[in-house]
Every structure is written in C-alpha cells, then in structure tokens.
C-alpha cells in the first residue's frame, strides 16, 4: 500500500521557522515529482513548492520564495520543506504529494496522484 506521511507541523509564532518532512511506503519516490500544498479553511487547496525527479529542479509559489526551501532526502522520508519567516498567512494544513508523469511540476492538485494526510501548520501574530 502506498502511503505518504507528513510530520513537524506545529504552532509557532510569526517570524519564526518550521521544518516539515514527508515519509514514504509502500515504494520509493526516486522517480517522482514531489511537492507541497496548503490548505487553509475555506480555501482551495494551494500549490506551495515543487521539486522533479529529474534534475532536481525546484518551483516556489510567490507568496514563499525567498523564505520557503524545498529539498530531497532519501528513500523513505523523499521530501522535506524548510519554512522561514513565517506569517499568519502561511497557516493552513500542508500536504505532500507524489506524480511520476509530469516534466513540469504541474500546479493543479488533481494531477497529483499520491497524498499524505497533511500536517497543521499555525503561525501567530
């Protein structure tokens, strides 16, 4: 059974930093785009940050670049996001996916084909 897991969401306050991860089973995702989305009530899901299989390359929203670091790390935990200066408007619920088909990280969550749970992520003012 394929599963992701988020983990390290947590509540902490504006300006200060996060570092969520993202465990795998059920099969590796060497090969896959991975990437996070948010979440906040009310709201549609959001397309935060991306990296390829291939290449490596990586995608920021606007809202995050400069202070959001998406990264790989193995086989088992295949993503992690690192989240500096943080702002009450980057509270929502993150969530990790998986797409093995895509050249181009594509922005619309229903092109994603694998999902964790999402893990909270509250900044306070």
């Known amino acids: 059974q394929v599963q992701l897991v988020e983990s390290g969401g947590s509540l902490v306050q504006a300006g200060g930093s996060l570092r969520l991860s993202c465990a795998a089973s059920?099969?590796?995702?060497?090969?896959?785009?991975m990437a996070w989305f948010r979440q906040a009530p009310g709201r549609e899901r959001e397309f935060v940050t991306a990296?390829?299989?291939?290449?490596?390359?990586?995608y920021y929203a606007d809202s995050v670049k400069g202070r959001f670091t998406i990264s790989r790390d193995n086989a088992k935990n295949p993503v992690s996001l690192q989240m500096n200066s943080l702002k009450p408007e980057d509270t929502a619920v993150y969530y990790c996916a998986a797409e093995p088909y895509r050249a181009v990280p594509p922005v619309d969550p229903r092109e994603w084909n694998y999902w964790g749970q999402g893990t909270q992520v509250t900044v306070s003012s």
């Open positions: 990296i390829t299989w291939s290449g490596g390359r990586t």
């Open positions: 059920g099969r590796t995702f060497s090969n896959y785009n």
